[in-house]
């Protein structure tokens, strides 16, 4: 069994074929998938996937750093309201966003560190964006202590030295489907060192997705060619990777 550790079925991209998008998913061995809020109402969206597909997509609520400047006290109410319903196991995608910068940095840091002690008042585990701004994340981490109740690096884009401290303070690292592009050497080179316990997989569907998928639509379906290069990488079978990854995410999340 493989679990997409995050998808954005919740995004207008599969308006017109989400159920199909899921069967396709479960008829490739992937039975779960953890459906990312990036706003209101997207994290509202994925707590109703959650409900329409019970058992098999799971849910996350929270304000990526792209959004952070329109964030308000009513949508933290409204999101912490939305928390309480059993099928949200995660709070996310919160971060830092370097490299598109569609929110002032000084902006972002702040909702970050805001979101931080949010999650950790619902006792929910983080997931994190972190998109060249790896000291800053991890600082305002540490600063917030936002490692309470554990959580997740997902797209993980640094080096193995960041993915080691990031383990160290209890996370675990979700690797992406670029970790089958050409260029993608480091982000081998992190899934080759890291020990399986610490690794997540996920297709950030409709995003990046990988070879021989390279430039289509992403979707959760695709998380096996993620799980077959990391197995290629690390000498085992695409079956011990899915095990294990399932684990950690059942570990991490309780899905
Ligand atoms: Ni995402």
Redesign the pocket.
Known sequence: MYIDS?C?LNLSHFENDVAAAVARARKAGVAKMLV?G?ELADSVRAVELAHRFPGTVFAAVGIHPHESKDADENIYARLRALAADDKVVAYG?IGLDYFHNHSPREVQRREFARQLNLAAELKLPVVI?DREAHQEVYDIIVAEKGYRHGGVI??FSADYAWAKRFVELGFVISLPGTITFPRSEMQREVALKLSLDDILIET?SPFLAPVPRRGKRNEPAYVVYVAEKIAEIKGLSPEDVAAATAANCQRVFGM
Do not use: A, N, R
């Open positions: 995050h954005h990312i990036t995608e964006h997902h797209c950030d």
